[in-house]
């Protein structure tokens, strides 16, 4: 009877080596893969975060200088300030009094709110006085409305009837005493340190 070749069975160690490097490597390319995919999905919704955060501070100074008023204020000095005012202070970039500050709770006060912005290098803070009328140094509140600003400007344009030379945006308003005078509009400049510079004109309303 013929011999019958034994059939080899199992593997070689070069076999298995190479197996395992192969395994190794799928591995390595899927942890990899999963990586990117999480880098990706955190840097997503970083971005949505910053997203949301910019279009809730464009939303509540859009709604500020909306509802701007021409009626001013007295100071804690008891003298009028201006019921507008661009980059009056050191770190204040606008201030201006506006209407409609609602009073769930109807507590006995104003519906006329003194509001102002500041910048501290890094960040946008929204203020207010609890009192229109800062007459013995009314308490104020503030809290953070947009972070991670690189620099922010705001520049008030003149109405036509106001002004007797060209028109121009203005570094300042008013440019001389207080005055219940409103520019026509605002033209406010961010620069975000992921999103860059940005840049929104709002219109004033005409006053009665």
């Known amino acids: 009877m013929p011999a019958v070749a034994r059939s080899q069975t199992g593997f070689t160690l070069i076999e298995l080596l190479l197996a395992l490097a192969m395994t190794a490597l799928i591995g390595a390319s899927a942890y990899a893969?999963?990586?990117?995919?999480?880098?990706?999905?955190?840097?997503?919704?970083?971005?949505?975060?910053?997203?949301?955060?910019?279009?809730?501070?464009?939303?509540?100074?859009?709604?500020?200088?909306?509802?701007?008023?021409?009626?001013?204020?007295?100071?804690?000095?008891?003298?009028?300030?201006?019921?507008?005012?661009?980059?009056?202070?050191?770190?204040?970039?606008?201030?201006?009094?506006?209407?409609?500050?609602?009073?769930?709770l109807a507590l006995t006060r104003s519906e006329m709110q003194r509001v102002y912005y500041r910048y501290d290098g890094e960040q946008i803070f929204r203020g207010y006085w609890e009192a229109f009328d800062r007459i013995d140094d009314a308490v104020f509140r503030e809290r953070p409305v947009l972070a991670d600003v690189v620099a922010v400007s705001v520049r008030a344009l003149p109405a036509v009837e106001t002004t007797s030379i060209e028109r121009q945006w203005l570094p300042q308003w008013p440019e001389g005493e207080a005055s219940a005078q409103l520019p026509a509009a605002l033209e406010i400049t961010i620069e975000l340190e992921a999103m860059g510079e940005l840049k929104r004109i709002y219109e004033l309303l005409p006053q009665n």
Do not use: Y
Request: aromatic share 4%; proline share 1%.
């Open 33 to 104: 893969a999963l990586e990117g995919v999480g880098r990706s999905r955190q840097a997503f919704e970083e971005k949505a975060v910053e997203l949301a955060q910019l279009q809730r501070f464009l939303t509540l100074i859009a709604s500020d200088i909306r509802q701007a008023s021409g009626v001013q204020n007295r100071a804690a000095d008891g003298e009028l300030e201006s019921a507008l005012a661009v980059n009056d202070g050191a770190e204040t970039v606008l201030l201006l009094n506006r209407r409609g500050w609602h009073n769930p």
